[in-house]
């Protein structure tokens, strides 16, 4: 779990009638971010902070959030439980929590005026923990993939969570919300799971789209993935590290990063040790597609979207 790197914790706020929730990542004292945006309709807060040149290099925690636009409001309540807790960027006039966030599109599954709000951020803080619960979960309580024709096609995503541990004490994780256009591929390349064909097994989407216009009222996608490590790095260095990891989200998901799409990855660095920073991002891009097929497999079949198992 990504909860493998010491200081790290979860949380999720699951709201299973509206069919929506969110997910919270609590970080550490010291933690620097970083950010890589490569879909074509992200829906995002505080992001710009992250970027090298700018002033705040720490954050304290990061959403991820159903409700579209929504539920970036979410963060309001996850910046009451931080000032609560005496945790912020110091002002001179106060803490001022740094909460990085951002939202996939799942109004088209539940009930679309229902999503989380304040108080679902600040109970998925209350929540967390080391523990993570995985599939229909949080954030990917309303997650779907392969929607390419629609609800017609569609199967259920979900969120997922991996780690390993490296020489010399590196440790690396990775937590996805899995709300994909496109399908999601096996260990071999193969489809595992994805959009439906009206003829039996799965339609493949990148092939579809070569020879079919795409409805653009289907562009209600987006996945996002934090990787995690206790690794020492610049803010430079940690940017660096979600581009690497988005290499993850390509060889899991087919097609990725369209238009349709807002696939964003955040890159946290607890700093606890140093050590390598390539060998890093490309564990972590490993762990980003491990996380998204776990994603898939732990899914369970919600609104009458089916899930793989």
Same mark, same amino acid.
């Given at each position: 779990?990504? &909860?493998?790197?010491?200081?790290?914790?979860?949380?999720?706020?699951?709201?299973?009638?509206?069919?929506?929730?969110?997910?919270?990542?609590?970080? @550490?004292?010291?933690? $620097? /971010? *970083?950010?890589?945006?490569?879909?074509?309709?992200?829906?995002?807060?505080?992001?710009?902070?992250?970027? @090298?040149?700018?002033?705040?290099?720490?954050?304290?925690?990061? +959403?991820? &959030?159903?409700?579209?636009?929504?539920?970036?409001?979410?963060?309001?309540?996850?910046?009451?439980?931080?000032?609560?807790? %005496?945790?912020?960027? !110091?002002?001179?006039?106060?803490?001022?929590?740094?909460?990085?966030? /951002?939202?996939?599109?799942? +109004?088209?599954?539940?009930? =679309?005026?229902?999503? @989380?709000?304040?108080?679902?951020?600040?109970?998925?803080?209350?929540?967390? #923990?080391?523990?993570?619960?995985?599939?229909?979960? %949080?954030? *990917?309580?309303?997650?779907?993939?392969?929607?390419?024709?629609?609800?017609?096609?569609?199967?259920?995503?979900?969120?997922?969570?991996?780690?390993?541990?490296?020489?010399?004490?590196?440790?690396?994780?990775?937590?996805?919300?899995?709300?994909?256009?496109?399908?999601?591929?096996?260990?071999?390349?193969?489809?595992?799971?994805?959009?439906?064909?009206?003829? *039996?097994?799965?339609?493949?989407?990148?092939?579809?789209?070569?020879?079919? =216009?795409?409805?653009?009222?289907?562009?209600?996608?987006?996945? +996002?993935?934090?990787?995690?490590?206790?690794?020492?790095?610049?803010?430079?260095?940690?940017?660096?590290?979600?581009?690497?990891?988005?290499?993850?989200?390509?060889?899991?998901?087919?097609?990725?990063?369209?238009?349709?799409?807002?696939?964003?990855?955040?890159?946290?660095?607890? *700093?606890? $040790?140093?050590?390598?920073?390539?060998?890093?991002?490309?564990?972590?891009?490993?762990?980003?597609?491990?996380?998204?097929?776990?994603?898939?497999? !732990? /899914?369970? #079949?919600?609104?009458? $979207?089916?899930?793989? &198992?």
């Amino acid at each position: 779990m990504i &909860t493998s790197v010491s200081g790290i914790r979860v949380g999720h706020y699951t709201d299973i009638e509206s069919i929506t929730g969110c997910t919270v990542i609590l970080c @550490p004292e010291g933690t $620097i /971010a *970083g950010v890589e945006i490569r879909g074509g309709a992200p829906g995002t807060r505080e992001t710009d902070l992250l970027a @090298p040149m700018n002033l705040v290099t720490e954050v304290h925690a990061i +959403l991820l &959030t159903g409700g579209s636009a929504f539920g970036l409001g979410a963060a309001d309540g996850m910046m009451r439980y931080l000032e609560e807790k %005496g945790i912020g960027f !110091k002002t001179g006039f106060g803490k001022v929590p740094i909460v990085p966030a /951002a939202v996939i599109f799942d +109004l088209n599954v539940g009930d =679309p005026s229902v999503r @989380p709000d304040p108080e679902a951020g600040y109970q998925a803080c209350l929540n967390a #923990s080391t523990i993570v619960k995985e599939g229909s979960v %949080g954030a *990917g309580t309303g997650a779907s993939i392969g929607k390419i024709l629609g609800s017609k096609s569609w199967m259920k995503g979900g969120i997922g969570t991996a780690s390993c541990n490296l020489y010399d004490q590196i440790v690396v994780g990775a937590l996805t919300v899995v709300n994909a256009f496109g399908d999601v591929l096996d260990e071999s390349g193969e489809i595992l799971a994805g959009a439906r064909s009206p003829e *039996g097994g799965y339609l493949n989407t990148a092939e579809s789209m070569k020879s079919h =216009p795409i409805p653009k009222a289907f562009g209600r996608n987006t996945t +996002l993935a934090v990787v995690a490590t206790n690794v020492k790095m610049s803010k430079e260095e940690v940017n660096g590290i979600a581009r690497m990891a988005h290499d993850g989200l390509a060889r899991a998901i087919n097609p990725v990063h369209t238009m349709y799409d807002g696939d964003i990855v955040f890159a946290l660095a607890t *700093g606890e $040790i140093e050590a390598e920073k390539d060998a890093v991002g490309v564990v972590a891009a490993e762990l980003v597609s491990a996380s998204i097929r776990c994603a898939v497999r !732990k /899914a369970k #079949s919600i609104a009458g $979207i089916p899930a793989l &198992t």
